[in-house]
């Protein structure tokens, strides 16, 4: 029996829903689904992705693969077939966001996606070299403040959320640093644990390890998914 796409993510959500449902009933999908992850691997929405499709492959019964880099083509590719749902899409709001400050892009969010779920919503930390000066965010304001336009600050990418949050910042501080865009967040981090860029609001999931490990230093932690205020692990 054939499935119309539009109908496979409400019985996919609806498997989610209820566990108990057997595999037998649900009998969809049939092939292996591929998930495309529109940043570099290692990076959050690559952990989220690949999180999501084992819990769905152990459910459905069907391999859901993680496929990443594909960037902003990915919202408009539908696979190339007839097999419904052949690709899911895993992305950040940054498509979303994208429509509101780009006059033209190559897909429309509303008309080719179509939301299912909220998989994970993410904390983001301001995070620095461990040798940068600053251990404190009034420190970092007042470094930054002594050096406008010096300082650079990595993001995955035009219009991600750390991105956004950056600009937010900078607003709200009165400081001037270099937007440094990477493709996701694990060449951005790379770059910050190496001190090539001195600052990156990286969401938690893909940099709280390096923390850790005194890789980096988190100054800062944003207001966080219940909307708690944010918080300075430092003092500041």
């Known amino acids: 029996?054939?499935?119309?796409?539009?109908?496979?993510?409400?019985?996919?959500?609806?498997?989610?829903?209820?566990?108990?449902?057997?595999?037998?009933?649900?009998?969809?999908?049939?092939?292996?689904?591929?998930?495309?992850?529109?940043?570099?691997?290692?990076?959050?929405?690559?952990?989220?992705?690949?999180?999501?499709?084992?819990?769905?492959?152990?459910?459905?019964?069907?391999?859901?693969?993680?496929?990443?880099?594909?960037?902003?083509?990915?919202?408009?590719?539908?696979?190339?077939?007839?097999?419904?749902?052949?690709?899911?899409?895993?992305?950040?709001?940054?498509?979303?966001?994208?429509?509101?400050?780009y006059q033209k892009l190559r897909y429309d969010f509303a008309r080719d996606m179509a939301p299912v779920a909220s998989v994970s919503p993410e904390t983001y930390g301001l995070e620095v070299h461990p040798s940068f000066p600053a251990r404190t965010v009034p420190e970092f304001i007042a470094c930054a403040k002594a050096n406008p336009g010096k300082l650079n600050m990595a993001s995955p990418g035009y219009g991600t959320g750390p991105h956004m949050a950056g600009e937010l910042f900078k607003i709200m501080a009165g400081i001037d640093v270099q937007h440094v865009p990477y493709r996701g967040s694990s060449p951005a981090l790379t770059d910050l644990m190496a001190g090539q860029v001195q600052l990156m609001f990286s969401p938690l999931s893909s940099s709280i390890e390096y923390v850790k490990a005194g890789k980096l230093r988190a100054l800062a932690v944003s207001r966080d998914a219940l909307g708690g205020p944010a918080r300075y692990p430092d003092g500041g």
């Open 1 to 101: 029996m054939k499935v119309a796409r539009r109908r496979f993510l409400p019985l996919a959500t609806s498997a989610i829903a209820r566990p108990g449902v057997s595999r037998a009933t649900i009998g969809y999908p049939t092939r292996p689904v591929r998930m495309l992850v529109g940043f570099a691997a290692e990076g959050a929405p690559d952990i989220a992705a690949r999180l999501v499709g084992q819990w769905l492959s152990d459910r459905l019964g069907q391999q859901f693969i993680s496929r990443t880099g594909r960037g902003r083509r990915q919202y408009r590719d539908r696979g190339g077939d007839r097999y419904g749902p052949r690709w899911l899409h895993a992305v950040d709001g940054g498509p979303a966001k994208r429509t509101t400050f």
